[in-house]
């Protein structure tokens, strides 16, 4: 009951309403027995059933709050922003660095967090005026000395009458990895796609949007990015003869399942014509409508000057073999003549057709016949040594040099060789064994036509792919 006049402590009730309901009060009680005027005790009542509510509530939310940091698969922890010293952690940043529950609190974020200790001080006093914010990317060192690359976001809360800075962290190592892998592929592929002047692209029918690699810029003229893709700037840089075979070509992937594959021309910004093969393949969603088109775009106008270089050469040749004033046979390894000249043929009185295919030595005095053999035994043999050591690479510097300057390089005794050729030996103005152009067979360089320049629509017309056909011998012309 208390000394007389002396106050109890409080002590909190439970008492009845009217209406049922039971309020929290808080009484403290003080013995006046000793009074003349009271003598009895006097209780002091007050309501705290909203307090008592609120102090639940607040604990709910703690436990739900504790509930969810705890469950997180986020590492979360809270530190003092005085000295750095950690306060609380929950499993999930436990189990990211490696330590178990009771060694983190003996711990500061300068023993885990792998940067500099001026660097670290810095965002902390960022996050503490700041109140709230998001660090971005930053390196933490497990338990095992590894790192580990996290997305770091702090907040300042109350911790009893101070205040802690909490820190939840999401590791990303894996998606940096992946990301920096993915660059190097890209990286890749692009100087791949350079490299073979081969390019990808992208159009979502649906959308109208048109993706371009790197590549594809540069084979149009343009700096990657320089400006947005679409079907239009496409259409405008296609060749003005080639519009219509591109556009039917395009239709008949989308909507008549067509192959899409085929030559045509583009013109560059700086007026120049290039020859590209383009191929893709149309892909359509549930109903069988076109979405999109995925494919690629190929520079072939080397190719182009190539083939027209080769088939001038030919035709050179050609000429040359045929008009030689001497006679002239292409004879076999078997002995058998592949290709005899008019002259040959007035000089030993034979039609080509007789000569052709005949064994070379049917025309050979028998007496000559050892004679005759031995510069072809010797061309034989060095023939099977060619092959041998791979042909190719044997001749690999012979690149350039026409094909019937390379065969007179065999040098075969006695015979005439094409004109204009120096046979091995030969103490001409060329050195020994050295060719010289033949004349009136010049080499020609070749370039691509301007636009509207002798490349009408008869060029889109010759050659390979498409519905109209590609690229003939009139996209590219000779000056």
Known sequence: MGAPGQAQRPVELRLRHRDGSWRCVETIRTNLLDDPDVKGLLANYRDITERKRAEERLKESEERHRAVVEQSVEGIYLFDPDDGRVLESNQAFQELLGYAADELPEMAIYDFIAHERENIDRNVRRDHAERRRDKGERKYRRK?????????????????????????????????????????????????????????WEWSVETDEVFWSYEVFRIYGYEPGEFEPDVDKLMDLVHPDDREMVAKNIHGALYKHKPYEFDHRIVRPGGEEHGVHRQAKVYSDEEGNPSRMVGTVHDITERIEAEARLRESEERFRTAFMDAPIGVALVGLDGRRLRVNRALCEMLGYTEEELLGGDYAEVIHPDDQEISAQPSEGIRERARKLHSREALLALKGARGVEPHQRLARTGLPGRAEPPGVSAPGHNGAKGPGRVSRAPGIPRLPYRVTKPGVGAGSAGARAGRGGEEGGIGRGALRRP
């Open 144 to 200: 095992d000395g590894s790192l580990l690359s996290v997305e770091a976001s702090a907040t300042v809360v109350p911790y009893g009458d101070e205040e802690a800075v909490c820190c939840v962290v999401h590791e990303v190592t894996e998606r940096k990895e992946a990301e920096i892998a993915l660059r190097k592929g890209e990286a890749r592929l692009a100087e791949a796609q350079r490299i073979a002047h081969l390019g990808s």
